[in-house]
């Protein structure tokens, strides 16, 4: 892991568009408001657009965070805009011009380039052909991002691996997947692996299931067009869940070495049972019921009869020793009735005797939004009481760490690794060969079936009615309606709870 000097380039391709507004120049001016980037980097915008200095600043200062102005002025002193055809040389030699003049005020003997491409995959080949042909580093280091998709399937994500590997080595490849990079999700190594009370009980003896579950509060609202071709699956469960439900499950690493931490993940990805599709739940939102949101098909962008996927769960089996036959869901869904991200662990049943029915710890690892980790215990009611009663070891990020804490977003604490040269956070090669080869079949199954039954959902709703019965046949247990009161504020609870 090298990290960058002080003068190093990072190059934005695709800086016109959204992805490079929303997050990655966002991401940028974080590091910087942080001190976690080099007061004497340059930053280059590249896009097709003709964009005066002033338009590229506004269009790429809406969405920065905190800082005040005089931070923000002195971010924007190291950006400027190229303008060029990503199918083009032109405009790669005018950046290589921008790379050679900056390097050599500065005398720099080994260059250090990053170049982020925030672009459609259509155009992968041909922009990461004339990086590799005009401005890839005789001497020195290049880092090339990319985001999702990387492919559409098997065979796409293989055409695209084929076409990039000549040009780079795995090394200098960075796939982005946004996930990696949540301070929850960072943590789940730590967690698992640093706390024996956690590890000792990490397997199939002790665990009854597992449900990792994405829940969006909007729907594509515009945005179907993009949307239509791509469902729920391959948007966020083929990549995101997946990334959560590897970390989950994978064997201790060695080490915190990048490679160690990928070949686990790899090797437990290999022991996944073939996804069943006919042991799942596949939907599509409707209108709201009072008939203020639309449903996906009032979505003008997308075709009249679409059969789009915006719901869908469906369970994982993991055959080896320490998994083999406990339940995992992956869940799904857009225009559900909140927007969170959580893991939940159920652990099996104590011996019974002592206690003729008494709940099941569970871990809740809260993702998002406001981060938390708390385990259901089971605990005496405070007093005279001699009932036990469900509660809980809360660790709420925001109780309990004060506000000074800096949680990178995402795209900072990806970013950063980049410029570390840290790849642990990002997704290799053979990492993503195996994983369409488990989504493949499954989304062939799906499409190619012209009786697909989606169940319809209400926008706002909880999902398909359908859920709780099927969490319920996957070895989850939900807690009787009013026995579990959080906080526990009343002393007169027996009874009541
Ligand atoms: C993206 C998907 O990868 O992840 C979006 O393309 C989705 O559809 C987004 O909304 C969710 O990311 P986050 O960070 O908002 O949970």
Redesign the pocket.
Known sequence: MTAFGEYYTIVILGASGDLAAKKTFPALFGLFREKQLSTKCQIIGYARSDLSQEDFYNKISQHFKGGDEETKKNFLKLCSYVEGQYDADEGFQKLKKRFTEYEKEHNVEKAERLLYLALPPSTFTSVCERIKKNVYPKDGIIRVVIE?PFGHDLDSARELQKSIAPLFSEDEIYRID??LG?EMVKNLLVLRFGNELFSGVWNKSHIASIQVS?K?PFGTEGRGGY?DSIGIIR??MQ??LLQVLTLLTMERPVSFDPEAIRDEKVKVLKAFDAFDVNDLIVGQYDRSEDGKKPSYLDDKTVAKDSKCITYCAFSVNIHNERWDGVPMVLRAGKALDEGK?EIRIQFKPVARGMFKDIHRNELVIRI?PDEAIYVKINSKIPGVSTETTLTDLDLTYSKRYSKDFWIPE?YESLLRDVLHGNHANFVRDDELEVSWKLFTPLLEKLENNPNLKLEKYPYGSKGPTELRDYLQNHGYVFTRPGTYQWPLTEPDVKGKI
């Open positions: 999702k946004h996930y949540k994405f969006e949307f948007d966020v990549n995101h991200v998002q995402a």
